[in-house]
């Protein structure tokens, strides 16, 4: 009760402190001093702010609750939570047996036949999210540098794997759909495996293992949207688990090394792994008494070193071919850009929701994403509590260690809900809660007989069962309904590819024989409608978040950027101007829906400088009607007057130092009719409606997912 009142007392006082928090707008100064637009910016909203509200609630919160414990203890000489002190310290076996069943069946209920050919999200996912990832590897595979010639947001790991498998399975949709799939199946890997190490029972691991196999199903078609990038850490944070009971120091140095694999596949969500190992091995001195200091240094030495042997290889890589500082610049300036407010939406108020439904102002519906959106925390807060009791108790064991490194993980990956509030980034950073939120209800009852393991289940059903439920049944709904359904009520379409109704197969090496709706191949066959009247020697730039286009018409961007509104600040958009006076391309393709904007921003705002230059150097060509772009070409300067002609240079003093040619030794000149136009026109096709947009959403729904 002490701990509970506690609870209620932090809230309040975060509350408080936050209502009193002095608002700045030094970051929103700073971002319209960089030329970063976004709707929070536009709008005056200090956006930064919600970070220093989120420490603010993870301090005081759980701060104040253990100062209420440790009165109510001092005050009354009440021993609270013997029971839970007494199974703190209980250390998990670790159960080998469950680890091959486990993994196979996490392998097979992750397994998804449609996945490869015939499943289906939305046009952006095809044109934008996979269409970046593709185009990427096309260019590795040409000889450019990721970072130097291209500008990428994701690791080197994720997009040179995706680069090896297009050159061995081939360089099509089709092979980026086994990439992406084989990085579903490592983390069912790693969901299948790793709760039945940490957690006491195998029904509460099972549980936790069925949860997030439905919350993160294979329903994303792009190896960048895949959780691949959010479980690696688990890996280590599991070895440095299995040394805290076998102190074998080989272990320690896995565990860097893999953290440095979460590095190159993911910066943020290596560095926020590289973080909370760290913090692990800080914490555990103690566990194991001050006397092991030293032991603690030569751990934390072989730790550094694993993860320098796996990253040292791509620096140097890196630094030979002038890419190591664009690298950097992925890690250390995007971040920062990000959180001053570049593609910033507000994150949902939880409390004003709360409030709008209790006056029956706000409807249910408008209620479950604030909801979602406030779990983590309000989880990381009382798990932070709980390990907090058990260091003032003395209670320490391995396991604590072991979600002590996932809470710290989640309290830092967070960040990227709160860079960009929406559905996308919350799905990426939501697995570490889930692990939190079953410890918690793990260790709140104890026993071995079967009453007490009934009444266990019972107590973890409604800790994080029902939360669990809730999340699934009202975010991020397309994962669980497919696994479902997959799993349970259409089995027999797990191993099949039936495409569905509407679907035509477009087989073209590009795109290996997937399906798509009949709009999106009618574009499709537009653009290789185009490609086939171009010459080796044109140069193409696409005006849209559409990289898949450069991928289809096997064109080299002119430029960094794949996405012009990737150009975050005025420097990049110039960039960009200056590649393309430098290069002139021949042509421009102008995107004309507006599924690929971010919240539907026009890119005369978002991009004003690149935006103002096509205007002004080139012209709607319209020799060319196309149903999803428009064709623009450079415009033709006019002749000067002859009062602004430069005068005539003055005659050579001395002969010239070549002979004149003879008119009778010139070659006779043939005179070969050219038509007005030499493209073959492609013949627009009547507009159909999309079969499926769910999850498109208005504008891009992922602007760089290492925010």
């Known amino acids: 009760m002490a701990v509970f009142l506690g609870l209620l007392a932090g809230l309040s006082l975060s509350l408080l402190v936050i209502s009193l928090w002095p608002v700045s707008t030094e970051a929103l100064d700073k971002a319209r001093e960089l030329g970063i637009v976004s709707i929070t910016i536009l709008s005056g909203y200090p956006k930064a702010m919600e970070v220093q509200y989120y420490l603010i609630f993870l301090f005081f919160t759980p701060a104040t609750a253990a100062i209420f414990w440790a009165l109510y203890r001092y005050m009354l000489s009440r021993r609270e ?35 490869f050919t015939s499943y289906w999200i939305s046009e952006w996912y095809l044109f934008g999210e996979q269409g970046e990832n593709v185009s990427w590897a096309k260019a590795i595979l040409s000889g450019k540098v990721l970072y130097r010639d291209t500008f990428c947001l994701y690791g080197p790991l994720m997009q040179y794997g995706l680069a090896f498998f297009m050159d061995i399975f081939g360089v099509n949709l089709w092979s980026a759909r086994l990439y992406a799939f084989f990085t579903y199946a490592l983390t069912a890997l790693v969901i299948g495996t790793v709760p039945f190490a940490v957690l006491r029972r195998p029904l509460h691991a099972a549980l936790l293992a069925l949860t997030l196999l439905a919350f993160y199903f294979p329903v994303k078609l792009s190896v960048n949207a895949t959780p691949l990038r959010l479980f690696i850490p688990f890996v280590s944070f599991y070895l440095l688990y299995r040394y805290a009971s076998s102190p074998r120091r080989y272990l320690v140095l896995l565990a860097g ?83 001053l407010g570049y593609a910033a939406v507000p994150a949902p108020d939880i409390f004003s929701a709360v409030k709008g439904f209790v006056a029956d102002d706000l409807p249910f519906g408008r209620l479950r994403y604030p909801v979602v959106f406030a779990m983590p925390p309000v989880i990381y807060a009382v798990g932070l509590l709980v390990i907090a009791l058990n260091v003032f108790k003395g209670r320490y064991s391995r396991r604590e260690l072991f979600f002590f490194a996932v809470l710290t ?7 990227s809900a709160l860079g960009r509030s929406d559905g996308f980034h919350l799905v990426q950073v939501y697995a570490p809660a889930f692990f939190v939120l079953a410890y918690l209800a793990d260790v709140t009852f104890g026993g071995s007989s079967v009453k007490d393991r009934v009444k266990a289940l019972i107590i973890f059903c409604v800790i994080f069962a029902m939360p669990a439920f809730f999340v699934l049944t009202n975010f991020n709904k397309k994962a ?83 996405y012009p509104y990737w150009a975050v600040t005025t420097g ?37 400088l690149v935006y103002r230059h096509i205007m002004e150097n080139y012209a709607l060509d319209t020799r060319f009607h196309y149903m999803g772009f428009r064709v623009f070409t450079p415009k033709r300067k006019p002749k000067p007057k002859p009062e602004e002609m430069p005068p005539p240079m003055p005659e050579p003093a001395t002969e010239p130092a070549f002979k004149a040619v003879e008119e009778s030794e010139l070659l006779p000149v043939v005179v070969v009719p050219v038509p007005e136009t030499t493209f073959i026109p492609v013949i627009k096709p009547e507009p159909l409606p999309e079969v499926d947009a769910e999850g498109a959403g208005a504008g891009v729904e992922q602007p760089g997912g290492e925010e």
């Open 257 to 339: 090394a893999v953290t440095g694999l979460a590095f190159l596949y993911s910066q943020e969500n290596g560095l926020a792994a590289l973080l909370a190992a760290v913090s692990l091995l800080i914490v555990s001195v103690p566990v194991r008494g001050m006397s092991k200091i030293r032991s603690a240094l030569i751990e934390a030495a072989l730790f550094i070193l694993g993860f320098f042997a796996v990253i040292t290889p791509f620096i140097i890589f890196f630094a030979l071919n002038d890419a190591l500082w664009p690298f950097l610049q992925t890690i250390l300036e995007y971040p920062r850009y990000v959180m």
């Open 480 to 562: 669980p309904r497919e696994f479902v359904r997959v799993n349970i009520t259409e089995i027999s379409d797990k191993f099949s590819a039936v495409p569905r109704p509407g679907f035509v197969q477009v087989d073209t090496p590009e795109t290996g024989g997937v399906y798509m709706p009949r709009r999106t191949s009618a574009q499709v066959e537009e653009l290789l409608g185009f490609k086939s009247n171009l010459t080796l020697a044109d140069t193409v730039y696409v005006f849209g978040n559409v990289p898949f286009y450069y991928f289809l018409l096997d064109k080299r961007n002119p430029t960094r950027f794949d």
């Open 572 to 608: 990049m958009q110039a960039e960009i101007v200056r590649d393309l006076v430098r290069n002139k391309p021949d042509y421009i393709l102008y995107k004309l829906d507006r599924m690929d904007r971010i919240d539907d921003m026009p890119p005369s705002i978002q991009v004003p």
């Open 409 to 415: 993980y989640g309290v830092i990956t967070f960040r």
């Open 81 to 115: 939570w013997e029971q839970f002190e007494s199974l703190a310290s209980v250390q998990t076996p670790i159960r080998y047996r469950w680890f091959i069943v486990a993994a196979l069946a996490a392998l097979f209920l992750s397994f998804h036949g449609a996945y």
